[in-house]
C-alpha cells in the first residue's frame, strides 16, 4: 500500500516534529500520540516510515540483520545475500499474546521434526524500524510494560520453554489512542520519551486543505508523490544529515541546568524527564544543523517531552501542555 507523503501531512506540527526526533535520535524510543479519532496518527508513522531511505537486510533474515555477520545463529539463514528493503512498520494488535511479541518455541516443528526451534516474534520484524500500537490505552499493562522494556534496552532476551534466545530489537515504539477509550497508567505514561495530544483541525481553511491533498492522494497517488518529492527529499536529507552529526552536538552546562530546574519547577519525578529533554534538544539542533543544544530548543521541545510526566493538580484546570508552557516560560524566559 503506497504511504501518503509525510511532507503532505497538514498541520499537526507536534506530531510531526515528535516523528521526526524519533527518526534522528533512536533512543527516544517511544512517542505516544492521544488524540481524536481520524486525525492522521496511523498516517503520519506510515507516512514516515516510507519517507526514510530503504534499509539493507539479509535476505531471509528474520530480524532484518544488516550484514551476514549479525544474522543470529539460531536462524536457519544460509544465504549471504543483500536487499533492499523499506523501513519496517510493524503492527501489534490488540490482544496479541506475550509470546506472539518477543517469539516461542515453533511447537508445529517440534511436534512434526522433533526438532525446538525458536519461532520469531513481532519484535523481530521490527527491528530497525517501528512497532505501531493502535489504542495502545487498550493494551494489557504487561505488554506495555514489556515493549518499553525491549524498546529502551535494544533487545528482545527470550528465556523459556528450554530456550534461551536473544536478539536486537531496536525499533520506535509509537503508540496512539483515544483518551476518551481508558487512560495508560502514570507509570507507562512517563516511559514514552515524547507525548503529544492532537485534535481536529478548527480552522475551516486548514481542513478544506486536508481534504483536498486527501482526495487528490486517493484520486492518482503517483502524481501526487511526484508534487510532493522534492520536499520528502529534503526533509529526508535534513534527517540523515542531523543522524551523522548528532553525536558532535554539544551540550552545554546552562542546558543542563535548565533542563534540571524545568523538570524539578514542574515536580516530574524521576529524572526521565531531564534526559528526554537533553536527548530531544540535541536531536532538534542537528536536525536544524546547529552545533549545540540552546535555551531556544528546550523551550519549544518541553511540552512534548514533559506533559505527560506531571503530576494531577486539582487545583489547575489548565491542559499539562499549557501548564508546561506556562512554566517553560517562568523558567526559561
Not at 79 to 107: C, F, H, M, N, Q
Not at 236 to 245: N, S, W
Not at 287 to 298: F, G, K, M, S, W
Request: proline share 6%; hydrophobic share 45%.
Amino acid at each position: 500500500m503506497t504511504a501518503f507523503p509525510f511532507a503532505a501531512i497538514v498541520g499537526q506540527d507536534a506530531m510531526k516534529t515528535a516523528m521526526i526526533l524519533t527518526a534522528v535520535e533512536p533512543r527516544l524510543s517511544g512517542v505516544l500520540v492521544f488524540g481524536d479519532r481520524g486525525t492522521g496518527k496511523s498516517t503520519a508513522v506510515r507516512a514516515l516510515a516510507a519517507l526514510l531511505p530503504p534499509i539493507t537486510v539479509v535476505r531471509g533474515c528474520p530480524i532484518n540483520s544488516e550484514t551476514p555477520e549479525a544474522v543470529p545463529a539460531w536462524t536457519s539463514v544460509a544465504e549471504a545475500e543483500l536487499k533492499s528493503r523499506p523501513t519496517p512498520v510493524v503492527d501489534l494488535p490488540l490482544g496479541v499474546t506475550e509470546d506472539r511479541v518477543t517469539g516461542a518455541l515453533d511447537i508445529e516443528r517440534a511436534l512434526v521434526h522433533g526438532e525446538k526451534t525458536f519461532q520469531p516474534g513481532l519484535l523481530a520484524q521490527a527491528n530497525r524500524g517501528y512497532l505501531y500500537i493502535d489504542e495502545v490505552n487498550l493494551l494489557e499493562d504487561h505488554i506495555v510494560d514489556l515493549l518499553l522494556d525491549v524498546a529502551q534496552s535494544g533487545e528482545n532476551l527470550v528465556e523459556r520453554d528450554g530456550l534461551s534466545i536473544r536478539h536486537p530489537a531496536r525499533f520506535v515504539l509509537v503508540g496512539s489512542g483515544n483518551p476518551e477509550e481508558g487512560e495508560l497508567r502514570p507509570q507507562l505514561l512517563d516511559r514514552f520519551a515524547l507525548s503529544v495530544d492532537i485534535t481536529s483541525p478548527t480552522d475551516i481553511e486548514e481542513r478544506i486543505e486536508v481534504i483536498r491533498r486527501r482526495d487528490a492522494f486517493e484520486t492518482n497517488p503517483d502524481a501526487f508523490l511526484a508534487t510532493w518529492e522534492p520536499e520528502q527529499a529534503w526533509i529526508r536529507d535534513r534527517i540523515l544529515t542531523a543522524r551523522r552529526a548528532l553525536d558532535t552536538i554539544e551540550v552545554p552546562e546552562a542546558a543542563l541546568r535548565d533542563a534540571a530546574e524545568l523538570c524539578m519547577t514542574l515536580g516530574a519525578d524521576g529524572l526521565r524527564g531531564e534526559l528526554t529533554l537533553i536527548r530531544a534538544g540535541r536531536a532538534l539542533a542537528a536536525y536544524e544543523a546547529a552545533p549545540r543544544v540552546v535555551r531556544d530548543h528546550l523551550r519549544r521541545i518541553a511540552p512534548i517531552a514533559l506533559s505527560h510526566r506531571l503530576r494531577r493538580d486539582p487545583l489547575d484546570e489548565a491542559g499539562s501542555v499549557t501548564r508546561v508552557t506556562r512554566c517553560t516560560e517562568e523558567v526559561l524566559g
